[in-house]
């Protein structure tokens, strides 16, 4: 087990798995202690495509929510559902993408359907700024 790993990184089930029927959000995490984050998205063989956006707020509660238009991938991906295929990908954001001018500091993922179709998202949050406390070997 890589200890550093634990402690610099947050990995956690983010939108469980669900039958998506129109635009699902996440609740929205804290990243004030934290200097990126990466949502894996996917969603089941199906036809239809699924929108993933990040969207961003200034408290975990969702106030002022907006979507995160910066980053890599402008904060978006679409699963192309062809049918077949079990579609994912992931949409990267680190912390000087947020509008943090705007006093925006909370992170949710955004997950739209064209149709029905089961989803989900996993969020792993990096860079920890104050790394946790272990115990003396």
């Known amino acids: 087990m890589n200890r550093n790993l634990i402690e610099m990184n947050d990995y956690f089930s983010f939108l469980l798995e669900q039958s998506l029927t129109a635009a699902t959000t996440s609740a929205y995490v804290d990243m004030t202690e934290y200097g990126s984050a990466?949502?894996?998205?996917?969603?089941?063989?199906?036809?239809?495509?699924?929108?993933?956006?990040?969207?961003?707020?200034?408290?975990?509660?969702g106030a002022g929510?907006?979507?995160?238009?910066?980053?890599?991938?402008?904060?978006?991906?679409?699963?192309?559902?062809?049918?077949?295929?079990?579609?994912g990908d992931v949409i990267e954001v680190a912390d000087r993408d947020l509008?943090?001018?705007?006093?925006?500091?909370?992170?949710?993922?955004?997950?739209?359907?064209t149709g029905t179709v089961n989803g989900g998202c996993v969020l792993t949050r990096g860079h920890c700024r104050h790394a946790s406390a272990s115990m003396p070997s």
């Open 38 to 61: 990466a949502f894996a998205c996917v969603a089941q063989a199906s036809n239809y495509n699924v929108v993933c956006q990040v969207m961003q707020a200034t408290t975990t509660a």
């Open 65 to 87: 929510a907006k979507t995160c238009t910066n980053g890599p991938q402008s904060g978006t991906v679409t699963l192309t559902g062809d049918g077949s295929t079990l579609q």
């Open 99 to 113: 509008d943090v001018a705007g006093g925006f500091k909370a992170v949710a993922i955004r997950m739209t359907p």
